[in-house]
Every structure is written in C-alpha cells, then in structure tokens.
C-alpha cells in the first residue's frame, strides 16, 4: 500500500512562506487526486486544495492567492507553497490520496504561523 509522508512544516512569521511536501511511495497517477487537508485546534480538518489527475486545482477560497499546489509525478512528491502566512493558518496540515479504496492520509505536519 502507498504511503505518504509530509514534510515541511515549521513556525513561520505572519507574512512569512513555507512549501510543504508530501512524498508518496508510489504513482500518484494511481489516484483521482491528491489533496492537502489541515486541522486546528478544536475546529474540524478542512480541505485546503487539491489537484486531481485530470490536472485541474482548487483552493479553499480562504487560500485563495496564498496558496499554490503542485504536483512531480516523477518522484511522486505533492507540493503546497504556502505565502503571506495568518496567524489563522496555524495547523496540522496533512496530505490525502483520493483513489478507487479508502483515502490515504499522512501523519502530518505543524504549521504555526507567529510573531
């Protein structure tokens, strides 16, 4: 079975960037999309963006501009360059594979966006 593996997170100054990645060990054009959810504390995981096999990429609208996601189907690796960080951002942000079986969720990575 595929797993993934996020990287990437730290603790960033508002307004500041990070790119976080999501290596899977396997094709990710053996799934419908690949997606990047987050968490915060005491709120419901929420779906940030997502880039589906057809090449298509949507965006929660409060990412909107933000946020970029990206995809090297070479090395199976899923990219969320993250700019002009909230505070509002601060999360567990975890990469899902959306395919034919249950979704596949990596362990997660911290994203804390503070002066």
């Known amino acids: 079975q595929v797993q993934l593996v996020e990287s990437g997170g730290g603790l960033v100054q508002p307004g500041g960037s990070l790119r976080l990645s999501c290596a899977a060990s396997g094709s990710i054009l053996d799934f419908y999309a690949m997606n990047w959810y987050r968490q915060a504390p005491g709120k419901q995981r929420e779906l940030v963006a997502q880039f589906t096999t057809a090449g298509s990429r949507n965006y929660a609208s409060s990412v909107v501009g933000r946020f970029t996601i990206s995809r090297d189907v070479a090395n199976h690796t899923v990219y969320l360059q993250m700019n002009s960080l909230k505070p509002e951002d601060t999360a567990v942000y975890y990469c899902?594979?959306?395919?034919?079986?249950?979704?596949?969720w990596g362990q997660g990575t911290q994203v804390t966006v503070s002066a």
């Open positions: 899902c594979a959306l395919g034919p079986r249950a979704p596949l």
